[in-house]
């Protein structure tokens, strides 16, 4: 389904990402843990090319872009339709109401009709807890309820593979749980899920693969039981050490 192969990527004179591959199957739900400036957001961004890396390749289902050739802006925007970004922050249209933020992507990017964008809208808010937050604009908007907008809005393009970059990194504590319970719910209909995140409470209960990152390559990966109970690298052990504490 999602595949990274040799991914290098740098700002400058800095290595942020350091022949990273990658591999996820359909339905699973893979979540990226590391310490701050390990490269797990770059990786993410790289993943639907909001950051250009200097060589490598990245495929989506069938579709693949090769970064050591040029590449055309249809190529790129094409390649962005194969999947969904949920932000750190909840970038959402101000001048815009709940139900018109969801549909934009659909009307603007894949012309759908205004009705059929509307009524998928509906139902996605429906599906997020928000039905009755619809109309409302994102001003009225608690931090949990907004990023549920931009889980729905993620969603409304019907993508292949979900992003998440640290969705809930922005929220009060007592917000976090509304959130998670819509990206569980995700998991739970069987969607293909990136999740770079701190909660590592989801990371146990959620991914079928854990990836710890630092220093811009991929120290160790498994399944949850076996990477949080009997990690193999000591740099594993030292993060999941420091975090318990």
Known sequence: MLTMDHIYKQFGDLVVLKDISL??????????????????????????????????????????LNFTKKLTKKQIRDFRKQSGMVFQTYNLFPHLSVIQNVMEGPVTVQKVDKNKARDKAAELLTKVGLQEKMYEYPYKLSGGQQQRVGIARAMAIDPKVMLFDEPTSALDPELVGEVLRVMKGLANEGRTMVVVTHEMKFAKEVADEVIFMDDGVIVERGAPSVLFEHPKEQRTRQFLNMINQ
């Open 23 to 64: 591999n996820v199957e359909q339905g699973k739900v893979v979540v990226i843990i590391g310490p701050s400036g390990s490269g797990k957001t770059t990786l993410l961004r790289c993943l639907n090319v909001l950051e250009r890396p200097e060589s490598g390749s990245v495929t989506i289902d069938q579709q693949t």
